[in-house]
């Protein structure tokens, strides 16, 4: 168990709809990172949110975005959604505000557009 | 452009046996490097890094060995146990890169 939370589990909606990917980090972490992995493909690294502010932006689509809230937790929030984003999506968090450190990978949260 | 690359979907070993799992990167810029395993239905898990003023690191059953010149990495299980199988990913950092990149992982299976 890493210490970080993910919910729902799994998620299945239609297209054009819009979902929330909730996140728990680890007890102390500041920074929290999204990434998605479809299939057959690595983990793509989306946003990272530092105490609340955002620290970094990777290939994340303007139809998703995210927020840290105040108690660290952290929200994505997809919209508009395409059956290309039926993926899984990981959320991870480290204590350290730089990436190149050691991310602890909460279990993911399985979408499947319809 | 896939700036990590794990060339190797899969790899089969016997128990007991070395597996060696390759990592190919493209940007020089990198200058830390992590591998990640990871079982079905769960996160990745950090299994072990290396700094690129290193090109060496051992934990235990692992090293992972850093060829800066070639751009290659490779992780080294020896012995390989049945729990080792999993999807094992690579990642790199470093340069304008402030965040992970992965490749897109290679499935060990450790054969009883």
């Known amino acids: 168990d890493s210490g970080v939370t993910q919910t729902p589990k799994h998620l299945i909606t239609a297209t054009g709809q819009r979902v929330t990917l909730r996140c728990s980090p680890r007890s102390g972490d500041l920074s929290v990172y999204w990434y998605q992995q479809s299939l057959d493909q690595g983990l793509q690294f989306l946003i990272q949110?530092?105490?609340?502010?955002?620290?970094a932006k990777g290939n994340i689509l303007e139809r998703f975005s995210a927020q840290q809230f105040p108690d660290l937790h952290s929200e994505l929030n997809l919209s508009s959604l395409e059956l290309g984003d039926s993926a899984l999506y990981f959320c991870?968090?480290?204590?350290?505000?730089?990436?190149?450190?050691?991310?602890?990978f909460g279990p993911g949260t399985r979408l499947t557009v319809l | 452009d896939q700036q990590v690359k794990q060339n190797s979907p899969s790899l089969s070993v016997q128990e007991g046996r070395i597996s060696i799992l390759n990592c190919d990167y493209t940007?020089?810029?990198?200058?830390?490097f992590l591998w990640y395993k990871k079982y079905p239905a769960e996160g990745p898990t950090f299994l072990i890094s290396?700094?690129?003023?290193?090109d060496k690191n051992e934990d235990g059953r692992f090293t992972v060995f850093l060829n800066k010149s070639a751009k290659h990495l490779s992780l080294h299980i020896v012995p390989s146990q049945p729990g080792d199988s999993a999807v094992y990913f690579c990642?790199?950092?470093?340069?304008?890169?402030?965040?992970?990149?992965f490749g897109k992982g290679t499935k060990l299976s450790v054969k009883p």
């Open positions: 990642a790199a950092s470093g340069g304008s890169q402030g965040n992970l990149i």
């Open positions: 290396i700094s690129s003023i290193k």
């Open positions: 991870a968090s480290s204590v350290a505000v730089e990436a190149a450190t050691e991310q602890f």
């Open positions: 940007n020089s810029m990198f200058d830390y």
């Open positions: 949110y530092y105490n609340g502010e955002e620290r």
